[in-house]
């Protein structure tokens, strides 16, 4: 069978290695069966919370402990393991997920739903780093990642549907995990066509490689941001009711935003080589801010759609330029690897350090908070942008902060 490690040098297309359509394909699914849960949240815990399995204090440790795991598993095992046996680390990542999830289909307390959860996270960042480690071996690392946002979040959709209209009116929350483990477990035969060795890439001195000014502010950048949405999504239900839009009309925005992900993804990978990383940051950045004050500003009905279905567009849209940040950063690639894990803590923090803002009833300090997040990641994008031209000026660099080892037509 073929193996990505046959090769030491890539092909037109890799860096290292030279995985097939099928093994590349087969790694971004097991590393979208990691982030099912991103789009399953709102259902899954909801159903949770409707079924007094626990409070609204309870549900909102749960999230937070299930998505600050994902980043912890998916930066450990992407930074301290080796990218060797594939296949059997991704089958035993995915049966331990399983496990999880049964385990939260039939937890009796709130403290073994959090525990539930949090070895279900560790497991589901293991399943991404499978997908990432892969992604930063391209040469057009951007537009795979691009692929595989796409490629989750249409999961997510389906599956959402598949729940929210049979599964949990039928069987409940716990049938609704019940049916991630079995997602879990048939994509173990996916795991054997999972690539076995990824080809090494350059890491000498990785850890100050990652700990550069420059890798900071790229990950700290992409940090920003999903704080940004994720502080407005946790309270978009209370918000609008807030303005007097009731939870059905907000349970559609949800549904809807999602679809509009899943646009945004596909339109970012069809543009992604046409536009300039830096241009689209900015750009989408300024956009994020617009959108959450807005938010804050009490808008009827039709605004308010208007407002949150922008922001599940620009959400994936702006992915693939992140990615494209981090490897500018870095032209190790190891930065790379860590921008799950900045996605998924700023998800998680978000809703956190917003909580601290709101005043009794009061939600219009989260979608200001919100805003301040989304502008502090464009201040980050400038300080990058000043530190690698100092640094090319220093340098005499002339190839415009990439290595001249990864330069090649297909990523000038």
């Not at 599940?312 to 190891?334: K, N, W």
Request: aromatic share 8%.
């Amino acid at each position: 069978m073929t193996s990505a490690g046959n090769a030491d040098a890539g092909n037109g297309d890799w860096l290292v290695g030279n995985p097939t359509g099928a093994q590349l394909a087969s790694a971004l699914w097991i590393g979208s069966v990691g982030l099912l849960i991103l789009g399953l949240q709102p259902v899954l815990l909801g159903a949770l919370y409707t079924e007094g399995h626990v409070s609204g204090d309870e549900l909102a440790l749960v999230a937070t402990a299930e998505m600050i795991a994902i980043g912890i598993g998916s930066a450990v095992i992407a930074m301290m393991l080796s990218a060797h046996n594939m296949r059997s680390k991704s089958a035993c990542l995915l049966l331990l997920l399983a496990l999880a999830n049964c385990a939260t289909a039939y937890a009796l307390t709130s403290t073994s739903l959090i525990a539930a959860r949090a070895v279900a996270g560790l497991a589901e960042g293991g399943l991404v780093a499978v997908a990432t480690e892969l992604i930063a071996r391209s040469r057009r690392a951007e537009r795979i990642g691009g692929f595989f946002v796409t490629l989750q979040t249409l999961a997510q959709c389906a599956l959402a549907l598949l729940l929210a209209l049979y599964v949990i009116p039928a069987a409940g929350s716990a049938g609704g995990f019940i049916v991630l483990a079995v997602v879990c477990i048939a994509s173990v035969a996916v795991a054997f066509i999972v690539p076995d060795s990824y080809a090494d890439l350059p890491k000498e001195e990785q850890f100050s490689n990652v700990l550069s000014v420059p890798s900071l502010a790229a990950l700290l950048c992409v940090f920003c941001y999903f704080m940004f949405f994720g502080s407005v999504w946790a309270f978009l239900e209370p918000l609008g009711a807030q303005y007097g839009i009731d939870g059905r009309s907000v349970g559609l925005i949800v549904s809807a935003s999602l679809a509009l992900q899943v646009l945004g993804a596909m339109t970012a990978t069809v543009f992604e080589a046409r536009i300039d990383y830096r241009f689209a940051i900015v750009a989408i950045g300024v956009v994020a801010v617009a959108s959450s004050v807005v938010l804050a500003g009490s808008p009827g009905l039709t605004v308010f759609w208007v407002a949150a279905l922008i922001m599940g567009f620009i959400l994936l849209f702006i992915v693939p330029y992140q990615i494209r940040l981090a490897i500018t950063a870095d032209e190790t690639r190891t930065a790379v690897l860590l921008v799950p894990a900045a996605q998924l803590f700023g998800l998680a923090i978000g809703p956190v350090a917003a909580s601290l803002l709101i005043d009794g009833k009061d939600f219009r300090p989260v979608p200001e908070f919100a805003a301040a997040s989304a502008a502090a990641s464009v201040v980050l994008l400038g300080l990058f942008v000043l530190i690698a031209r100092r640094r090319r000026a220093i340098a005499g660099d002339t190839t415009g902060g990439a290595s001249p080892r990864y330069l090649t037509k297909s990523n000038k």
